[in-house]
């Protein structure tokens, strides 16, 4: 009977090559996003996203604040494959790459936290995944905020809408400020040191908008202008709508899709776009203007659904850092002369 070969011996002479064309690529792309960071006062930033397609993963790098001693941290993310493989291969594999990221970057390999990608329905992507709660502060454009390494899938801060976050503040002054499916508020805290008039955030999760007030703290806001409000979003909505409470900006990051026990019905982006900015269109005060952004790229948009004057500025909302720039789809709804195109530069 001849040998079992179905398993070679690990690593392979391919996975070594992988690993190395990996550890290359990610000291290009730091080097070449050091400066650029620095300048802008950014803590957080993607430093690869499947960039080889042999290395489907993701890799964010956290620098804390001046005076921390820990050292920087990286959160690597296995995309999920097109094909099977064996569990304690793919781990091992993992380690692999996760220990050329360390000798790459000069990261301490306990500073490195992997996670693994993989198609979730409803709100299970944001649900808890452990409890070792470490955590750190980051900066982002003159900003502090929270983030969690250990406990969760993110880390409570979506890097790719930074750019999208910088208009908010740069167009919130003086304005009454809607941010739905708000996460940790990062949306709100630019809003608020954007001088905005008041901020109401709004989550159906007590843990997320605890998490919001914090970041408020971290950056020395008072939360008297802070509302948040744990409530179904369409629900929200409907009820302000029929009280008569007016917006001059909404913010509408919605999870692709939400089936929350604690919502009335299950909300699924692809199908119920149409309905969240038509609710958001019945709260915008005149002159007003919506942020809507979306992670699907299953959203079929349809001009003849769209309530408002609508704008794409999709391509524009993608940072730097960023290869995937099909990361996200973003559009602005209402009076567009609000958010003129300069501001993102």
Not at 65 to 80: F, M, T
Request: charged fraction near 30%.
């Amino acid at each position: 009977m001849s040998p079992d070969t179905s398993h070679a011996s690990f690593p392979s002479e391919k996975d070594e090559r992988q690993a190395e064309y990996f550890s290359n690529r990610l000291q290009k792309n730091e080097k070449t996003l050091r400066k650029w960071a620095r300048s802008r006062d950014i803590g957080a930033l993607r430093l690869y996203d499947r960039d080889i397609p042999e290395v489907p993963l993701a890799v964010d790098l956290y620098r804390e604040e001046a005076g921390e001693e820990k050292g920087p941290a990286l959160v690597i993310a296995l995309y999920e494959r097109p094909y099977e493989k064996d569990d304690a291969e793919e781990a091992a594999w993992l380690g692999l790459m996760a220990a050329a990221a360390s000798r790459a970057l000069a990261v301490q390999p306990r500073r490195i936290y992997l996670k693994t990608r993989r198609r979730m329905k409803g709100l299970a992507q944001y649900g808890r995944q452990g409890d070792e709660s470490v955590e750190a502060v980051v900066r982002e454009s003159g900003l502090r905020f929270r983030v969690n390494f250990s406990d969760y899938l993110d880390t409570g801060l979506f890097l790719d809408h930074r750019p999208a976050r910088s208009v908010v503040r740069a167009i919130a002054s003086g304005k009454r400020v809607l941010n739905l499916f708000s996460y940790t508020g990062s949306f709100s805290v630019y809003a608020a040191v954007g001088g905005a008039a008041s901020v109401t955030s709004v989550d159906l999760s007590n843990t997320y908008l605890a998490w919001a007030k914090d970041n408020f703290r971290l950056n020395g806001l008072s939360e008297d202008s802070h509302r948040a409000a744990k409530a179904d979003a369409m629900a929200f909505l409907e009820r302000s709508r029929l009280e008569g409470a007016r917006w001059d900006i909404v913010v509408a990051d919605p999870p692709t899709f939400s089936n929350s026990t604690m919502a009335k019905e299950d909300f699924d982006v692809n199908r119920d776009w149409p309905r969240l900015l038509k609710a958001c269109a019945g709260v915008l005060a005149e002159g007003g203007l919506i942020l809507f952004s979306s992670n699907s790229r299953q959203l079929k948009w349809d001009p003849e659904a769209v309530p408002l004057p609508w704008e794409d500025v999709s391509e524009r909302s993608v940072p730097p850092d960023f290869r995937n720039r099909k990361i996200h789809r973003c559009w602005f709804l209402g009076d567009l002369s609000l958010a003129p195109k300069d501001l993102w530069d």
